[in-house]
C-alpha cells in the first residue's frame, strides 16, 4: 500500500511564502502523475498543480505564476512553492498521485492559512 505524506503546511502572513513537500512510501508502479489539490471549507475540493511522470505540468489558471510544481524522482516526492500568499489561499492541500490504471492515492492533507 502506498501513503503520500505531506509536511510544510503552517501559518503564513500574506505576501508570504510556503513549500509543501509529499513523500511517497515507495516508488509507485504505472506512475501517471503526481500532484495537489486543495479543499477550503464549505468549498469543493479542486485542482492546483500537477505534474506527470514525463515532467509536463498543469496549473489552476488563477495560481499560474504564484505556485510551482517540481518533483525529485529519487526520493519519491513532489514540491509545491507557494509564493504571495493570499489570505484566500487558505485551505487544506492535499497530494494526489494516479496511476496509469488509474488508481488514486492521496495523503491526509496539510493546512495552510493565510492571514490578512
Known amino acids: 500500500q502506498v501513503q503520500l505524506v505531506e509536511s510544510g503546511g503552517g501559518l503564513v502572513q500574506a505576501g508570504g511564502s510556503l513549500r509543501l513537500s509529499c513523500a511517497a512510501s515507495r516508488s509507485i508502479p504505472n506512475i501517471y502523475a503526481m500532484g495537489w489539490y486543495r479543499q477550503a471549507p464549505g468549498k469543493k475540493r479542486e485542482l492546483v498543480a500537477t505534474?506527470?511522470?514525463?515532467?509536463?505540468?498543469n496549473y489552476a489558471d488563477s495560481l499560474k505564476g504564484r505556485f510551482t510544481i517540481s518533483r525529485d524522482k529519487t526520493k519519491n516526492t513532489v514540491y509545491l512553492q507557494m509564493n504571495s500568499l493570499k489570505p484566500e489561499d487558505t485551505a487544506t492541500y492535499y497530494c494526489n498521485a494516479v496511476t496509469w490504471n488509474p488508481v488514486n492515492y492521496w495523503g491526509q492533507g496539510t493546512q495552510v492559512t493565510v492571514s490578512s
Open positions: 505534474i506527470t511522470s514525463g515532467g509536463s505540468t
